[in-house]
């Protein structure tokens, strides 16, 4: 969908834009929610309550009038309620005491892990996404090395194996006692439709606690990996049991509402606790209170307040959306609110997601020529299509081609017509020094630049600074280093990059070669071809490979050096630890290992 409707948008908008059937209606969600803010109109109300006396001080809220759900929206109406209750004595009509539950929540799937860690840990999407996955591949430990602490990361499933349920159901017996577990194993559904090809998120093993974790893996990824170890656990624990109160008071004609909540059994909330705002008001005792009690008047207490818009997605309660209404998977929570970002769509404004004006553009952009696309449920319905294929129900061919079924003939409609969102370019009092022609503002990818009106006979263009001047082109100088290009053998330039500086050959385009600036030691040469191996940046950091590639493909991760493993003579590697350096061997099969 995505390489057919973007050229829509470039030819509409501006250059260099993308739609997605995932992303383009997150979007819509950021737009929506927004324009909800932009037209909210705040409404006035009082919150009331009377603080009455009787075996202690209460405080019980103002909830009808008349028998009817009373709330004051004005200061006129709190005036007439206070004069009407002035005098009155207040009863306790009815007292309810039961016995509350709250059940332990379910293991984590990707998406209340990402939610629980945004919120409860003050860490990014980025983060959660970093620390989960080193969590999984591996951190590592003293003395042992790699080792993975975590199940796979990237699930949508509640399911737990029957070992795991019984290694916790053991572990818990062992370290709290036999009435912390539950008579019967707590088994979560998955809701909706689910890939249950993966467990829940859990720890490998409960033996390794947080605690012997705490000094030697990084920050981060043992504040994650108590998050998860303690979610788990609590999944496998028995209920938390309160003791609960609500009692209705009156006075004259107003009715009021008064509730408490106190701790019999801690269950699960033993090791994981979901606090809200709610609960913690909730979570009061009261004084014992009986059926036709009279209770003394203390005071009024009230506070004028507003009706707030609602709020702005941040990144755990946009996944959140997202999961909800069915958009994307586990695997595309991440790339999907990131790409936003990255394209310009959205912006932050704290830790709250913001649509830009770009953003605004785009949504309204595809909901005129693809409504059908731009909508919730045809994404969810697509997911579930998607897994109907892969369960073997459906013919991916079919699928695909009901898809494109007046795709292709909507896109033709759309690029025909001449309606266009491109803002128009702002003539200036600069003349081409080409062609004469007046120079224009035009926006691009990267901001507002300066081009040629005779474009695309004339393609002249000025980069302008932040106040829209213009920034004049210095003459490049040309800095002669003293590395050798070992594939044609000149003397390397240092040349500037968006990245920084980089060694470069004078012979480009002949000859392409690169090397990092300031590398100054001296890699040793390939132990399987002879030629100097290499450093090389790639997107998830660097590795070492053969200068010969693609005719040889030696690569390690770590820096190589000269020396050679004494039990296998292979090439052996330096490994910065937390611990100190380490020279280990380069071959896989051997494990020799050792501080320097």
């Not at 993308?18 to 997150?26: D, E, H, K, P, Y």
């Not at 009692?247 to 606090?275: L, Q, R």
């Not at 003459?475 to 968006?498: F, T």
Request: some cysteine.
């Amino acid at each position: 969908m995505g390489y057919k409707v973007s050229p829509v948008l470039c030819n509409k908008i501006q250059s260099k834009l993308s739609a997605g059937r995932v992303q383009s209606v997150t979007l819509r969600l950021v737009v929506e929610r927004e324009r909800e803010i932009i037209g909210f109109k705040p409404e006035e109300y009082w919150t009331f309550f009377s603080v009455l006396r009787g075996k202690g001080e209460i405080k019980a809220s103002l909830a009808t009038k008349k028998g009817e759900k009373y709330k004051i929206g004005s200061q006129a109406e709190l005036d007439k309620t206070i004069s009407e209750l002035d005098g009155k004595r207040y009863f306790v009509r009815s007292v309810k005491k039961t016995v509350a539950y709250s059940h332990a929540p379910a293991p984590f799937r990707t998406s209340t892990m990402q939610q629980d860690a945004i919120n409860k840990l003050g860490m990014t999407l980025k983060a959660v996404s970093a620390s989960a996955q080193a969590l999984y591949e591996g951190v590592d430990i003293p003395g042992e090395g790699k080792v993975a602490l975590i199940t796979y990361i990237r699930t949508d499933s509640t399911r737990v194996s029957p070992e795991a349920i019984a290694s916790a159901r053991a572990f818990i017996t062992e370290n709290f006692g036999s009435e912390y577990i539950p008579e019967k194993p707590n088994i979560y559904a998955s809701k909706g439709n689910v890939q249950d090809a993966h467990e829940a998120i859990r720890p490998i093993s409960l033996a390794r606690t947080p605690e012997s974790l705490k000094n030697v893996i990084n920050k981060n990824h043992y504040r994650l990996y108590k998050l998860i170890y303690e979610r788990f656990l609590a999944s496998q624990m028995s209920n938390a049991r309160y003791n609960s109160i609500s009692a209705d008071i009156v006075a004259g004609d107003y009715g009021f509402k008064v509730t408490g909540k106190t701790p019999v059994f801690a269950g699960y909330t033993k090791v994981y606790v979901e606090s809200s705002e709610k609960d913690e008001e909730d979570m009061k005792k009261l004084p014992d209170l009986t059926e036709g009690e009279e209770l003394g008047f203390i005071r009024y207490a009230y506070e004028q307040k507003f009706t707030k818009p609602p709020a702005r997605y941040t990144e755990a309660s946009l996944i959140k959306a997202m999961e909800e209404k069915g958009i994307g998977r586990p695997a595309t929570y991440l790339p999907t609110v990131s790409l936003l970002e990255t394209r310009s769509y959205t912006e932050r404004d704290g830790k709250n997601i913001k649509p830009t004006e770009l953003g605004f553009k785009v949504v309204d952009m595809l909901i005129r020529y693809f409504p059908e696309i731009m909508d919730v449920k045809f994404t969810a319905e697509m997911e579930d299509k998607l897994d109907a294929i892969e369960g073997g129900n459906k013919i991916w061919q079919q699928i695909v081609a009901e898809f494109y079924d007046g795709l292709e003939d909507e896109i033709k409609k759309a690029m025909g017509d001449g309606y266009k969102m491109k803002t128009p370019a702002q003539e200036t009092e600069y003349k081409c020094e080409k062609c004469g022609s007046p120079m224009v503002i035009r926006d691009g990818r990267y901001g507002k630049f300066l081009a040629c009106s005779a474009y695309p006979k004339c393609k002249n263009t000025k980069q302008l600074d932040e106040n829209g001047n213009i920034k004049e082109k210095t003459e490049a100088v040309v800095v002669e280093s003293d590395v050798i290009c070992e594939k044609c053998g000149a003397k390397m330039i240092v040349k500037d990059s968006p990245r920084g500086k980089f060694l470069a050959c004078p012979n480009y385009p002949k000859c392409k070669n690169t090397k990092e600036y300031g590398e100054e030691v001296k890699l040793p040469d390939c132990p399987m071809c002879g030629k100097p191996m290499r450093k090389i940046n790639y997107h998830r950091g660097v590795f070492y490979g053969c200068s010969g590639y693609p005719e040889c493909k030696f690569a390690v991760y770590d820096k190589p050096t000269e020396e050679k493993c004494p039990q296998c003579g292979s090439m052996l590697v330096e490994k910065q630890r937390k611990d100190g350096v380490y020279r280990r061997c380069s071959n896989k099969d051997c494990d020799y290992s050792v501080r320097i």
